[in-house]
């Protein structure tokens, strides 16, 4: 049974920091998914990262992918107040992206002025 | 842009009531889901279908069934609601190989 795990599940941070969260899964797979969900709304995608090394960046969030350490990061750089959300990785194990995703159980952030 | 649609935001039944949660997507998508979130536990998935009148069972797909009847609709039914299936239900559908998008949700309360 495919396991995703974040680290860590709650942070608070202030503006300006930097900070990683982890994401590590339990089985083979190259897809790997970073979701944002704010309060009362759906998620949001943010980066889709399909092979070993890659390295996607969006502003001040940057996603990597290591598939042989079976671990993803996502990378904040110089935090600011409207980052403060929920952020969700997700593990396609079957590749096809037909068979539904595995979520860990979400980083709750919260960026302080 | 993919357009995920979600018959309502909000719905509250009585225990042993028949649900049907709707979605609908506007981009042609084989794929499409159904998940559950709760706090602490994240998103776990209840079915999905590759295609049209196909289903599969996700992880947690007790005490629910599923229709897809056309290509872009995709209904979730509680046969029997029951307080334990309160929960946040969101839908997502997905080209071959392709990302997920999400619709915005409904959430529902069995009392």
């Known amino acids: 049974e495919l396991k995703v795990e974040q680290n860590p599940l709650f942070l608070s941070m202030q503006e300006g920091k930097n900070y990683t969260i982890y994401c590590n899964y339990s089985?083979?797979?190259?897809?790997l998914y970073w979701y944002r969900q704010d309060p009362g709304k759906s998620l949001e995608s943010l980066f889709v990262?399909?092979?070993?090394?890659a390295v996607k960046q969006e502003g001040r969030l940057m996603a990597s992918l290591d598939t042989k350490a079976r671990l993803s990061t996502l990378h904040i750089t110089a935090a600011v107040h409207d980052l403060s959300a929920t952020y969700f990785c997700?593990?396609?194990?079957?590749?096809?992206?037909?068979?539904?995703?595995?979520f860990g159980k979400g980083t709750h952030l919260i960026i302080q002025p | 842009d993919v357009k995920v649609t979600q018959s309502s935001r909000y719905l509250v039944k009585r225990t042993g009531e028949k649900v049907f949660l709707e979605c609908v997507q506007d981009?042609?998508?084989?794929?499409m889901f159904w998940y559950r979130q709760d706090p602490g536990l994240g998103l776990r998935l209840i079915y999905f279908?590759?295609?049209?009148?196909?289903?599969e069972k996700g992880d947690i797909p007790e005490g629910y069934s599923v229709s897809r009847e056309k290509k872009e609709r995709f209904s979730l039914i509680l046969e029997s609601a029951s307080t334990n299936q309160t929960s946040m239900y969101l839908c997502?559908?997905?080209?071959?190989?392709?990302?997920?998008?999400f619709g915005p949700g409904t959430r529902l309360t069995v009392l």
């Open positions: 997502a559908s997905s080209s071959l190989g392709g990302l997920e998008f």
């Open positions: 981009m042609d998508h084989e794929n």
């Open positions: 997700a593990v396609d194990e079957a590749g096809g992206g037909a068979d539904g995703l595995t």
């Open positions: 279908s590759y295609d049209v009148k196909m289903k």
């Open positions: 089985t083979t797979s190259d897809r």
């Open positions: 990262l399909l092979s070993n090394g």
